[in-house]
């Protein structure tokens, strides 16, 4: 049995891994996949993958591409989700901020530094046309910190996948004043180079295990009530997830890296590009 750690969100996206998991169908190929939610996000992945507390990320795009550019030594397997990831814009539900305009120059509450609530802060500035280099961040960890920090003032708005604030939209803890949804596809499976050079048969069998999990995701009996049940939503938000989701077992095109790396040096986000062969491991 060989064992493999992977971490990931808690968050509906990443059902499919723990149905493989609890289903035994990584045991059955002598694969003992240790699963690791990580409610910080990407920025606290990049750090695992760096450090060897996993093999593999399911991680947000832009995220893991700037984290390789800056020396992380991984690369870019597949894409996982190749829908956009439509982050929500939120404020306090008692804030007197009404719209994106507003916010400029305000304080953003973000997980950690290199995370997608930042660079999707910056995203979110660009496409708004204000300056990157004001930005202003409150580093919160998690959802949790982003509730304290725009309850107290200490941030102003906090950028979060859209369907997992709804709770709290619902709750009026937040306000969602708009989206901001990712220009790439939002999600990817990123393993250590060292993983890939001693066991790439193991990583072809965890992928192709996968994929057939989530090209039948969506047909699996009540999948929408199992979701919403799991994850605190209300079944008609999980159902327009659904409906907007969209799994991949395709690689990270030549032509879709560019597109991120381009915005991300756009906004400064990287100071370098470098090669296709560099992030991406091509079959």
Not at 47 to 69: N, P, S
Not at 95 to 121: C, F
Not at 186 to 208: G, H, T, Y
């Amino acid at each position: 049995m060989k064992t493999i750690k992977i971490a990931g969100v808690p968050e509906h996206f990443n059902l499919p891994w723990h149905l493989t998991i609890e289903n035994g169908d990584f045991e059955k190929e002598k694969i003992d996949l240790q699963w690791t939610e990580v409610p910080e996000g990407t920025g606290k992945m990049c750090q695992m993958l760096r450090d060897g507390e996993t093999d593999i990320a399911v991680i947000l795009t832009e995220g893991i591409v700037k984290d390789i550019i800056a020396g992380n030594p991984s690369k870019i397997v597949q894409i996982y989700v190749e829908s956009p990831l439509i982050w929500g814009i939120h404020v306090a539900a008692n804030s007197s901020y009404e719209t994106i305009a507003d916010l400029e120059n305000k304080k953003v509450a973000i997980s950690r530094l290199g995370s997608g609530s930042q660079l999707m802060a910056y995203v979110n500035a660009g496409n708004q046309g204000w300056k990157t280099d004001d930005l202003k961040f409150e580093i919160v960890n998690t959802i949790d910190g982003a509730v304290e920090a725009l309850t107290n003032g200490t941030a102003d708005y906090f950028m979060w996948e859209r369907f997992m604030t709804k709770p709290l939209v619902d709750k009026r803890i937040f306000r969602r004043v708009a989206n901001c949804p990712t220009p790439w596809p939002c999600f990817v499976i990123a393993v250590r180079d060292e993983i890939l050079e001693n066991d790439p048969e193991i990583i072809a069998k965890i992928l192709k295990i996968i994929n057939i999990k989530t090209s039948e995701f969506k047909i699996i009996p009540n999948i929408d009530k199992i979701l919403a049940s799991k994850y605190n939503q209300k079944v008609e938000d999980i159902q327009e997830w659904l409906s907007l989701t969209e799994w991949s077992k395709k690689p990270l095109t030549e032509k879709m890296l560019n597109n991120v790396q381009n915005q991300l040096f756009q906004l400064k986000i990287i100071d370098k590009k470098v090669t296709f062969d560099e992030i991406v491991k091509a079959d």
